[in-house]
Protein backbone atom coordinates (compact mmCIF):
# COMPACT_ATOMS: atom_id res chain seq x y z
CA UNK A 1 0.00 0.00 0.00
CA UNK A 2 1.58 3.36 -1.06
CA UNK A 3 2.59 5.72 1.50
CA UNK A 4 -0.20 8.66 0.36
CA UNK A 5 -3.50 6.29 -0.52
CA UNK A 6 -2.40 4.76 3.29
CA UNK A 7 -2.89 8.34 4.82
CA UNK A 8 -5.94 8.84 2.70
CA UNK A 9 -7.57 5.31 3.83
CA UNK A 10 -6.34 6.12 7.56
CA UNK A 11 -8.18 9.63 7.34
CA UNK A 12 -11.65 7.91 6.45
CA UNK A 13 -11.09 5.06 9.33
CA UNK A 14 -10.47 7.57 12.20
CA UNK A 15 -13.93 9.30 10.38
CA UNK A 16 -15.39 5.68 10.51
CA UNK A 17 -14.38 5.20 13.86
CA UNK A 18 -15.30 8.48 15.33
CA UNK A 19 -19.26 7.41 14.63
CA UNK A 20 -18.41 3.75 16.69
CA UNK A 21 -18.23 1.89 13.35
CA UNK A 22 -15.91 -0.84 13.30
CA UNK A 23 -13.41 -1.50 10.72
CA UNK A 24 -12.69 -4.60 8.37
CA UNK A 25 -10.49 -7.49 9.83
CA UNK A 26 -8.56 -6.57 7.07
CA UNK A 27 -7.88 -2.84 7.26
CA UNK A 28 -7.55 -3.93 11.52
CA UNK A 29 -4.77 -5.75 10.59
CA UNK A 30 -2.79 -3.40 7.87
CA UNK A 31 -3.22 -0.70 11.07
CA UNK A 32 -1.89 -3.25 13.38
CA UNK A 33 1.32 -3.74 11.15
CA UNK A 34 1.96 0.41 10.67
CA UNK A 35 1.49 0.64 14.07
CA UNK A 36 4.30 -1.97 14.79
CA UNK A 37 6.53 -0.28 12.74
CA UNK A 38 5.82 3.05 15.05
CA UNK A 39 6.12 1.41 18.22
CA UNK A 40 9.12 -0.48 17.65
CA UNK A 41 11.36 2.65 17.23
CA UNK A 42 10.13 3.43 20.81
CA UNK A 43 11.73 2.11 24.01
CA UNK A 44 9.81 1.08 27.26
CA UNK A 45 10.10 4.20 29.30
CA UNK A 46 8.93 6.61 26.46
CA UNK A 47 9.51 10.27 27.03
CA UNK A 48 6.35 12.91 26.80
CA UNK A 49 7.12 16.52 26.34
CA UNK A 50 4.53 19.27 27.96
CA UNK A 51 2.14 20.32 28.04
CA UNK A 52 0.16 16.88 28.13
CA UNK A 53 -3.19 15.70 29.29
CA UNK A 54 -2.79 12.10 31.20
CA UNK A 55 -5.55 9.83 30.95
CA UNK A 56 -6.37 6.70 32.81
CA UNK A 57 -8.48 3.60 32.34
CA UNK A 58 -10.95 3.84 29.36
CA UNK A 59 -12.50 0.20 29.04
CA UNK A 60 -14.22 0.08 26.14
CA UNK A 61 -16.69 2.94 26.97
CA UNK A 62 -16.39 3.99 23.78
CA UNK A 63 -18.87 7.28 24.18
CA UNK A 64 -17.44 8.26 27.08
CA UNK A 65 -13.91 8.35 25.28
CA UNK A 66 -15.50 10.86 22.89
CA UNK A 67 -16.85 12.82 26.21
CA UNK A 68 -12.93 12.92 27.29
CA UNK A 69 -12.35 14.46 24.11
CA UNK A 70 -14.74 16.82 24.34
CA UNK A 71 -13.44 17.93 27.39
CA UNK A 72 -9.93 17.79 26.77
CA UNK A 73 -9.82 18.76 23.28
CA UNK A 74 -9.87 16.75 20.25
CA UNK A 75 -6.46 15.17 18.72
CA UNK A 76 -4.25 17.10 17.60
CA UNK A 77 -4.69 19.84 19.56
CA UNK A 78 -3.99 18.44 22.79
CA UNK A 79 -1.14 16.20 23.52
CA UNK A 80 -2.53 13.12 25.22
CA UNK A 81 -0.83 10.54 26.95
CA UNK A 82 -3.28 7.52 28.10
CA UNK A 83 -1.94 4.57 30.58
CA UNK A 84 -3.72 1.95 29.19
CA UNK A 85 -6.72 -0.16 30.12
CA UNK A 86 -8.12 0.48 26.56
CA UNK A 87 -10.08 -2.91 26.74
CA UNK A 88 -12.20 -5.34 28.37
CA UNK A 89 -15.72 -4.79 30.42
CA UNK A 90 -17.21 -1.78 28.15
CA UNK A 91 -19.31 -2.60 24.89
CA UNK A 92 -16.89 -1.29 22.95
CA UNK A 93 -13.29 -2.35 23.16
CA UNK A 94 -12.75 -3.03 19.49
CA UNK A 95 -13.95 0.66 18.33
CA UNK A 96 -11.84 2.18 21.15
CA UNK A 97 -8.43 0.26 21.12
CA UNK A 98 -8.94 1.00 17.22
CA UNK A 99 -9.56 4.78 17.30
CA UNK A 100 -6.80 4.75 20.25
CA UNK A 101 -4.09 2.99 17.53
CA UNK A 102 -5.39 5.04 14.71
CA UNK A 103 -4.92 8.40 16.16
CA UNK A 104 -1.25 7.28 17.37
CA UNK A 105 -0.78 5.99 13.56
CA UNK A 106 -2.12 9.26 12.10
CA UNK A 107 -0.50 11.57 14.39
CA UNK A 108 2.96 9.84 14.01
CA UNK A 109 2.59 10.53 10.50
CA UNK A 110 1.53 14.05 10.73
CA UNK A 111 4.60 14.90 12.77
CA UNK A 112 6.81 13.36 10.05
CA UNK A 113 5.22 15.09 7.13
CA UNK A 114 5.08 18.70 8.91
CA UNK A 115 9.04 18.72 8.47
CA UNK A 116 8.18 20.25 5.09
CA UNK A 117 5.07 21.55 3.77
CA UNK A 118 4.77 21.38 0.29
CA UNK A 119 1.99 24.02 -0.69
CA UNK A 120 0.79 26.21 2.33
CA UNK A 121 1.44 26.84 6.07
CA UNK A 122 -2.19 27.10 8.06
CA UNK A 123 -0.65 27.65 11.54
CA UNK A 124 0.16 30.90 13.08
CA UNK A 125 4.28 31.30 13.33
CA UNK A 126 6.35 33.75 15.20
CA UNK A 127 9.84 35.04 13.84
CA UNK A 128 12.17 36.14 16.35
CA UNK A 129 15.22 37.44 15.40
CA UNK A 130 17.47 40.13 17.20
CA UNK A 131 14.86 40.68 19.61
CA UNK A 132 12.02 41.60 17.25
CA UNK A 133 9.09 39.57 16.29
CA UNK A 134 7.03 39.10 13.16
CA UNK A 135 3.74 37.47 13.59
CA UNK A 136 2.24 35.25 10.10
CA UNK A 137 -1.45 33.87 11.00
CA UNK A 138 -0.34 31.72 7.87
CA UNK A 139 -1.41 31.25 4.00
CA UNK A 140 0.14 30.06 0.49
CA UNK A 141 3.35 30.20 0.14
CA UNK A 142 4.34 30.43 -3.19
CA UNK A 143 6.83 29.57 -5.38
CA UNK A 144 9.67 27.12 -4.62
CA UNK A 145 10.63 28.61 -0.93
CA UNK A 146 8.97 26.21 0.79
CA UNK A 147 9.02 26.24 4.86
CA UNK A 148 10.19 23.68 6.99
CA UNK A 149 8.30 23.27 10.12
CA UNK A 150 11.14 22.53 12.35
CA UNK A 151 11.30 24.59 15.82
CA UNK A 152 14.18 26.58 16.36
CA UNK A 153 16.24 25.99 13.09
CA UNK A 154 17.33 28.60 11.16
CA UNK A 155 15.64 28.70 7.82
CA UNK A 156 14.01 31.28 5.24
CA UNK A 157 11.19 32.98 6.40
CA UNK A 158 8.41 34.03 3.69
CA UNK A 159 7.32 37.72 5.06
CA UNK A 160 4.75 39.22 1.68
CA UNK A 161 6.75 41.08 0.00
CA UNK A 162 9.84 40.48 1.77
CA UNK A 163 11.98 37.68 2.54
CA UNK A 164 13.57 37.63 5.69
CA UNK A 165 16.06 35.33 7.38
CA UNK A 166 15.45 34.36 11.14
CA UNK A 167 13.65 31.09 13.54
CA UNK A 168 10.74 29.88 12.51
CA UNK A 169 8.67 29.27 15.42
CA UNK A 170 5.06 26.91 15.37
CA UNK A 171 2.68 28.58 17.46
CA UNK A 172 0.73 25.34 18.54
CA UNK A 173 -0.80 24.50 21.36
CA UNK A 174 0.21 21.14 21.73
CA UNK A 175 2.72 18.82 19.55
CA UNK A 176 0.55 16.07 16.93
CA UNK A 177 1.39 13.28 19.06
CA UNK A 178 -0.65 11.34 20.76
CA UNK A 179 1.27 8.57 23.49
CA UNK A 180 -0.50 5.06 24.34
CA UNK A 181 1.08 2.98 27.22
CA UNK A 182 0.26 -0.62 27.91
CA UNK A 183 -1.64 -1.49 31.18
CA UNK A 184 -2.19 -4.80 32.97
CA UNK A 185 -5.74 -5.56 30.59
CA UNK A 186 -3.44 -5.10 27.29
CA UNK A 187 -2.42 -9.16 27.55
CA UNK A 188 -3.86 -12.05 26.00
CA UNK A 189 -4.64 -13.76 29.25
CA UNK A 190 -6.48 -10.86 30.76
CA UNK A 191 -8.37 -10.34 27.91
CA UNK A 192 -9.63 -13.66 27.31
CA UNK A 193 -11.38 -13.25 30.99
CA UNK A 194 -12.67 -9.81 30.89
CA UNK A 195 -14.29 -9.09 27.52
CA UNK A 196 -12.05 -8.14 24.46
CA UNK A 197 -11.96 -11.76 23.23
CA UNK A 198 -15.16 -12.47 23.45
CA UNK A 199 -16.70 -9.23 21.71
CA UNK A 200 -14.00 -9.77 18.85
CA UNK A 201 -15.65 -12.99 18.47
CA UNK A 202 -19.38 -11.73 18.45
CA UNK A 203 -17.99 -8.57 16.10
CA UNK A 204 -16.25 -10.83 13.89
CA UNK A 205 -16.91 -13.78 13.94
CA UNK A 206 -13.48 -15.12 14.34
CA UNK A 207 -10.39 -14.50 16.94
CA UNK A 208 -8.49 -13.12 14.29
CA UNK A 209 -8.99 -9.48 15.58
CA UNK A 210 -7.97 -10.01 19.13
CA UNK A 211 -5.11 -11.64 18.12
CA UNK A 212 -4.12 -8.75 15.73
CA UNK A 213 -3.74 -6.35 18.68
CA UNK A 214 -3.01 -8.83 21.51
CA UNK A 215 0.22 -8.92 19.47
CA UNK A 216 0.51 -5.47 19.53
CA UNK A 217 0.10 -5.22 23.15
CA UNK A 218 3.70 -6.56 23.16
CA UNK A 219 5.05 -3.14 21.22
CA UNK A 220 3.67 -0.75 23.69
CA UNK A 221 5.60 1.03 25.79
CA UNK A 222 5.07 0.51 29.46
CA UNK A 223 6.09 4.02 31.05
CA UNK A 224 6.03 7.21 30.44
CA UNK A 225 8.59 9.79 31.74
CA UNK A 226 7.00 13.70 31.28
CA UNK A 227 9.65 16.48 29.87
CA UNK A 228 12.77 13.75 31.90
CA UNK A 229 11.93 15.29 35.22
CA UNK A 230 8.39 15.41 36.38
CA UNK A 231 5.55 12.22 36.70
CA UNK A 232 6.86 8.76 36.20
CA UNK A 233 3.20 7.50 34.49
CA UNK A 234 1.71 3.99 34.91
CA UNK A 235 3.36 0.78 36.98
CA UNK A 236 0.76 -2.00 35.92
CA UNK A 237 -0.27 -4.52 38.45
CA UNK A 238 0.54 -2.79 41.31
CA UNK A 239 -1.08 -0.63 43.81
CA UNK A 240 -0.06 2.12 46.47
CA UNK A 241 -1.12 1.00 50.27
CA UNK A 242 -1.46 2.98 53.79
CA UNK A 243 1.03 0.52 54.86
CA UNK A 244 4.62 1.19 54.65
CA UNK A 245 7.40 -1.12 52.30
CA UNK A 246 6.40 -3.79 49.78
CA UNK A 247 3.12 -5.91 49.96
CA UNK A 248 1.40 -8.68 48.16
CA UNK A 249 -1.10 -7.19 46.09
CA UNK A 250 -4.77 -8.91 46.71
CA UNK A 251 -4.70 -8.85 42.66
CA UNK A 252 -2.66 -11.91 42.61
CA UNK A 253 -0.39 -10.17 40.47
CA UNK A 254 1.75 -7.18 41.08
CA UNK A 255 2.60 -5.40 44.87
CA UNK A 256 1.65 -3.01 47.09
CA UNK A 257 3.66 0.01 48.20
CA UNK A 258 4.09 2.31 50.80
CA UNK A 259 4.58 5.96 50.90
CA UNK A 260 8.52 4.96 52.37
CA UNK A 261 8.97 3.05 48.79
CA UNK A 262 7.34 6.31 46.74
CA UNK A 263 9.29 8.89 48.51
CA UNK A 264 12.23 6.91 47.88
CA UNK A 265 11.81 6.39 44.28
CA UNK A 266 10.82 9.85 43.24
CA UNK A 267 14.14 11.10 45.21
CA UNK A 268 16.21 8.58 43.36
CA UNK A 269 14.60 8.96 40.12
CA UNK A 270 14.50 12.76 40.40
CA UNK A 271 10.77 12.69 39.46
CA UNK A 272 7.58 14.90 41.23
CA UNK A 273 5.20 12.13 41.14
CA UNK A 274 3.80 9.40 39.83
CA UNK A 275 0.97 9.46 37.94
CA UNK A 276 -1.02 5.84 37.32
CA UNK A 277 -4.39 4.46 36.69
CA UNK A 278 -6.03 0.90 37.13
CA UNK A 279 -7.69 1.39 40.14
CA UNK A 280 -11.06 2.95 40.31
CA UNK A 281 -11.07 6.17 42.42
CA UNK A 282 -15.28 7.75 43.13
CA UNK A 283 -13.62 11.60 41.64
CA UNK A 284 -11.65 10.52 39.18
CA UNK A 285 -8.40 10.95 40.27
CA UNK A 286 -6.72 10.65 43.79
CA UNK A 287 -3.95 11.65 45.93
CA UNK A 288 -1.62 9.30 48.34
CA UNK A 289 1.62 9.36 49.67
CA UNK A 290 1.77 12.90 50.82
CA UNK A 291 0.94 13.88 46.89
CA UNK A 292 4.04 11.57 45.91
CA UNK A 293 1.18 9.44 43.65
CA UNK A 294 -1.90 9.81 41.79
CA UNK A 295 -4.47 7.96 40.61
CA UNK A 296 -6.65 8.83 37.37
CA UNK A 297 -9.14 7.08 36.40
CA UNK A 298 -10.91 7.81 32.71
CA UNK A 299 -14.04 6.05 32.66
CA UNK A 300 -16.92 7.45 34.44
CA UNK A 301 -19.86 5.09 35.45
CA UNK A 302 -17.41 2.14 35.66
CA UNK A 303 -19.02 -0.94 34.14
CA UNK A 304 -21.70 1.06 33.62
CA UNK A 305 -23.06 0.53 37.72
CA UNK A 306 -20.74 2.45 40.14
CA UNK A 307 -21.62 5.73 39.35
CA UNK A 308 -17.92 7.36 39.32
CA UNK A 309 -16.52 10.54 37.78
CA UNK A 310 -13.99 10.12 35.84
CA UNK A 311 -11.01 12.94 35.11
CA UNK A 312 -7.91 13.73 33.33
CA UNK A 313 -4.84 15.84 34.40
CA UNK A 314 -3.43 18.37 32.38
CA UNK A 315 -0.07 19.37 32.80
CA UNK A 316 1.42 22.66 31.40
CA UNK A 317 4.88 23.74 30.35
CA UNK A 318 5.82 24.12 33.69
CA UNK A 319 4.54 20.69 35.20
CA UNK A 320 1.49 22.53 36.70
CA UNK A 321 -1.08 20.13 36.81
CA UNK A 322 -4.97 20.71 36.96
CA UNK A 323 -7.33 17.92 36.65
CA UNK A 324 -10.76 18.03 34.90
CA UNK A 325 -13.85 15.72 36.04
CA UNK A 326 -16.72 14.49 33.74
CA UNK A 327 -19.45 12.51 33.80
CA UNK A 328 -20.78 9.84 31.85
CA UNK A 329 -21.72 10.47 28.14
CA UNK A 330 -25.92 10.14 27.36
CA UNK A 331 -26.51 6.20 27.16
CA UNK A 332 -26.75 4.92 23.21
CA UNK A 333 -28.19 1.48 22.79
CA UNK A 334 -26.27 -1.13 23.99
CA UNK A 335 -25.23 -4.48 21.99
CA UNK A 336 -26.65 -7.75 23.45
CA UNK A 337 -24.06 -9.42 25.48
CA UNK A 338 -25.21 -12.77 27.35
CA UNK A 339 -21.75 -13.44 28.96
CA UNK A 340 -21.12 -11.47 32.09
CA UNK A 341 -17.85 -10.73 32.64
CA UNK A 342 -16.18 -11.35 36.28
CA UNK A 343 -16.26 -8.18 38.99
CA UNK A 344 -12.38 -8.60 39.40
CA UNK A 345 -12.11 -6.24 42.12
CA UNK A 346 -13.90 -3.61 39.55
Same mark, same amino acid.
Given at each position: ?121 LLPVTLERNGCKWIRAGGHVPGPERLA ?86 ? *??? &? /??? $?? #?????? =?????? +? ?65 ? *??? &? /??? $?? #?????? =?????? +??
Open positions: MEEKGFAKELDQWIEQLNECRQLSESQVRSLCEKAKEILTKESNVQEVRCPVTVCGDVHGQFHDLMELFRIGGKSPDTNYLFMGDYVDRGYYSVETVTLLVALKVRLERLGAENHFLRNSFAVCDIPLLFVSMPVLREGFLRPQVRYPERITILRGNHESRQITQVYGFYDECLRKYGNANVWKYFTDLFDYLPLTALVDGQGPMCDL *LWS &D /PDD $RG #GWGISP =RGAGYT +FGQDISETFNHANGLTLVSRAHQLVMEGYNWCHDRNVVTIFSAPNYCYRCGNQAAIMELDDTLKYSF *LQF &D /PAP $RR #GEPHVT =RRTPDY +FL
